[in-house]
């Protein structure tokens, strides 16, 4: 009996551990891999983006003390300031991915042009001017490690810093430069020993800074007047000798409710290729919280007017005439009258190879409305709406489209007979299809904001349809000329959520 209890504990506890390790398990929404064409595509960019920001940077004076002996001269204080970066080259320069690390960043034989001021006092004398540095040999390799904190902000830590430039060349200007040239190879020494002792010190310190901005970095994002979206990362990158791959949470909330919807994601993997800069995969998990989101804010709600659908049908259909003389046939209307629509349950959300369809389960409703009295219901009826949905990629947006594929009407057992009702399943199909759709199109063309850098777009996209996600395969493209807020995620144009929900940690 003892053993019987024994056992029977100790599966409870193995089911338990099973249960808790399960739960505790949390899956990505959205998917971004960078492959080794984005790194190169990186050092190229990247040498852009350095040139661009030294131009703008404040580089610390470089002061010190020297004795030199060969003018017997026991010390001479020097502070070299306004120090500008003219010129620079790295020609050797890689980016690899170091496995369950980081990113490798090696440069070697580069060279720099350096202009400043300096100033110098001893015993003896005291003078200023100007001069020009050439460095030469610059040797930097350092491993770049991504990680998360609890924001689900990225953070970036430099480990197995070394720099060194190896050849200095000063040359002064001025009146008197003749003399100070015929003595400045003794000088060379101590400015390179200064300058390599500040060299890892200044990267970190910008590493630092670069940190103190991502921190800022708003994850929740507003995307209309009904959702927000969530990208924050919910683990540390993983990293393989290909390629790195962010996990970000990827689910979209109704604009003041951040309650996680009564689903969950579930895994899914990338293909392995390599031919693209980027992949980004958008999980079904994705959509069907959009979905969910939009059905809660009570988005899939909307009511039209005589006008209203008049105008869509004129726009978009060459039957408008036959569609309300078949209305006023049926009911001899003379008074305005409106439509409702109504989603009674969140659009059922399927991707399927090649395919991706939207299910809207809805009710409609057809109402007259005369002036000096409310409205009144003429029919009631719920249907199910079968659309396709296309994508395409217009700037750094994902933007869908619907089509209608069927129009299935459920009407209640006592109307099947009724052929004025039943008549209205092509009349009410023509109000979708011309109607309704185009108006949910045009509020679709704003899209959702997809992850990008700072000024980088996205060129040669494409899109695919797996099962339970689809694949962006695209390359990158730098452009200063773009007037872009740096972002972790680069969503131009689109208001910042501040207040109640900053610094929500992520689940």
Known sequence: MH????????????LWNLYTSSAQTIYPGIKARATQRALDYGVQAGMEMIEQMLKEKN??????????????VDYVNYNFSNIKINAFSFPNTSLAFVPGVGIKALTNHGTANISTDWEIKSPLFQDRGGADLFLSGVYF?????????????????????????????????G?????????????????????NEMLCPIIMNEVEALNAN??????LTKIDNYTLLDYSLISSPEITENYIDLNLKGVVYPLEDLTDPPFSPVPFVLPERSDSMLYVGISEFFFKSASFAYFTAGAFNVTLSTKEISNHLVQNSQGVGNVLSRIAEIYILSQPFLVRVMATEPPMISLLPGNFTLDIPASIMILTQSKNSTAEAIVSMDFVASTSVGLVILGQRLVCSLSLNRFRLSLPESNRSNIEVLRFENILSSILHFGILPLANAKLQQGFPLPNPHKISFVNSDIEVFEGFLLISTDLKYETSLKQQPSFHGWEGLNFINGQWRGKPAA
């Open 3 to 14: 053993t019987k209890i024994v056992g029977v504990l100790w599966g409870c506890f193995f």
């Open 214 to 219: 991502l921190s800022t970095i708003e994850v």
């Open 59 to 72: 580089i610390p004076d470089l002061k010190g003390s020297e004795s030199l002996e060969f003018l017997k």
């Open 141 to 173: 390799t350092g491993i770049i490690v991504l990680a998360r904190n609890d924001f689900g902000h990225p953070i970036l830590k430099l480990q197995d810093c070394y720099a060194q430039v190896n050849h200095a060349h000063v040359s002064f200007s």
């Open 175 to 195: 009146e008197l430069s003749v003399l100070y040239n015929s003595f400045a190879e003794p000088m060379e020494k101590p400015i390179l020993k200064n300058l």
